[in-house]
């Protein structure tokens, strides 16, 4: 496969890896996932805006311009021939001797690399829905940077996966905040609620997409921060993201539990959804 490393695309396994990176020491970095239909990146001035805003929030340096940016993805996307699948670009403050303290315009290191991915789980999920587990927030308070600090999600997914569930939902002292890699959605009496795009969370591309799409629709929105006891009684729920699209939850375990079913408002925003893709 071929992978990017700065503004170079090369043969995978070509990349030197430096043990002072500070993406390596401290976290320091930040990434955006874009998702490949037909061979095209979906949405890519969203994520690129909001990868713009990530680096800007953590005083990192852009080495090359957005169009640089956009060009090196497609040749990520034609030169390892994926259709459908995903891109993955990071970017780290780049390699200095270990100090927490950080240089401002340090020469920052780009990689990334693009995969193939079968639709058919996606669609699995699409028809059958997920599991959730409800568990605590115990991140930071800057989620709405997509930073390499990933360990807050990384554990609530572990232990989502450990209750047979395949996304975790988070809340702060009782309120939900969002996935551990998605948004959560919840559908009462035919208006549409989610957490409002604060520190507290990723503010989603897919998530921003489904709310445009549900304005169009004429469905009520709701960006206010909602309890536990509103997911529990929730006529639908539903995550966003740009791997999971529009994703049905079935079921919600933890300390409290909780089944849905697979409703009319959700079905209506994946089908929309999936029209802006084509
Ligand atoms: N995750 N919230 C969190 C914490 C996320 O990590 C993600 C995405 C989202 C949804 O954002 P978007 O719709 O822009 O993908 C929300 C990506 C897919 C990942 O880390 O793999």
């Known amino acids: 496969s071929y992978v990017l490393y700065h503004d170079q695309i090369i043969k995978n396994g070509s990349i030197p890896v430096d043990p002072e990176d500070r993406g390596y020491l401290f976290g320091d970095g930040i990434y955006e996932v874009v998702f490949v ?9 969203e994520h690129f805006d909001r990868f713009v805003q990530s680096a800007n929030k953590l005083e990192l340096a852009l080495p090359y311009d957005i169009p640089t940016f956009k060009h090196l993805t497609d040749e990520l996307i034609k030169k390892n021939n994926v259709q459908n699948g995903m891109v993955y670009i990071q970017m780290t403050r780049g ?12 020469q920052s290191v780009v990689t990334g690399y693009a995969k193939s991915v079968t639709l058919e789980s996606i669609a699995q999920s699409h028809a059958n829905g997920i599991q959730t587990y409800l568990t605590e927030d115990i991140r930071w308070l800057r989620c709405d940077i997509k930073s ?21 939902i988070q809340h702060r002292e009782g309120m939900v905040t969002e996935g551990s890699s998605s948004n959560v959605f919840i559908v009462k009496n ?31 929105i709701l960006e206010e921060a909602f309890l536990i006891d509103d ?4 006529d639908e729920v539903f995550i966003t993201s740009t791997t999971m699209e529009v994703t049905p939850v079935v079921k919600l375990k933890g300390q409290q539990e909780q089944s849905y079913k697979i409703g009319p408002v959700t079905s209506e925003l994946q089908k929309h959804f999936k029209a802006k893709i084509q």
Not at 154 to 161: E, G, I, L, T, Y
Not at 197 to 210: E, Y
Not at 231 to 234: C, E, I, S
């Open 95 to 106: 390699v200095a001797p270990r100090n927490h303290l950080y240089e401002r315009n340090m």
């Open 231 to 234: 997911l529990l009684g929730a």
């Open 190 to 220: 035919g208006t549409l609620q989610t957490h409002p795009a604060s520190n507290l969370i990723l503010n989603g591309i897919t998530r921003q997409i489904v709310l445009q799409v549900a304005k169009e629709l004429q469905i009520p």
């Open 148 to 168: 390499l600090n990933l360990l807050g999600n990384v554990m609530a997914k572990r232990k989502a996966a450990d209750y047979d569930c395949q996304e975790a």
């Open 37 to 45: 239909y037909d061979s095209k990146p979906f949405a890519f001035d």
